[in-house]
């Protein structure tokens, strides 16, 4: 085999050996990529079937439920504006709290139940996960946009 010949087959075997890495990589990237709902995107079907999401938002008081096996929790997730119940088979975070910023990351069961694997707290009383805060500050927007549109339809009918 000429020198050439052997130049050309050591460049298109790193050729192949490359695209096989990248194709790894690509490959690890998507099966680990996350993505965040609010419980409003997920009740309007915009999170994915059968595939692990996160969704967050605040716990609301006085759902936390403990069940009968004694290791499965049951807690309501809220932006305000649609509640997302949640239940969680382990040890929650010191930090979780009702009335406090949480992060859940799981899947949507059947039933409508999300089915968290792990559950994240927020860390001082200062801090909302990022996700959360803006979910919670856009059902907030929605909620203060529908008031204004009830409000100037009340006085339009008034005068």
């Not at 099966?31 to 716990?59: C, D, H, Y």
């Not at 009702?98 to 707290?121: H, M, N, R, T």
Request: charged share 25%.
């Amino acid at each position: 085999m000429k020198t050439r010949h052997k130049r050309i087959a050591l460049i298109i075997s790193g050729l192949a050996i490359l695209g096989l890495v990248v194709t790894l990589v690509l490959n690890a990237f998507q099966s680990n990529l996350v993505f965040f709902f609010s419980p409003t995107q997920v009740a309007a079907g915009e999170a994915p079937k059968g595939k692990s999401f996160r969704i967050g938002g605040l716990v609301k008081e006085g759902t936390i439920k403990r069940e009968a096996d004694g290791v499965t929790l049951r807690f309501v997730v809220t932006d305000t504006e649609k509640d997302m119940t949640v239940a969680y088979k382990g040890i929650l975070p010191d930090l979780f709290k009702e009335g406090k910023g949480a992060v859940a990351q799981g899947k949507l069961g059947a039933d409508g139940v999300f089915i968290a694997s792990e559950v994240l707290a927020k860390h001082d009383e200062n801090y909302m996960p990022p996700e959360a805060a803006l979910a919670v500050g856009d059902a907030h927007a929605r909620a203060a946009a529908n008031k204004a549109a009830v409000d100037a339809t009340a006085k339009t009918v008034t005068q």
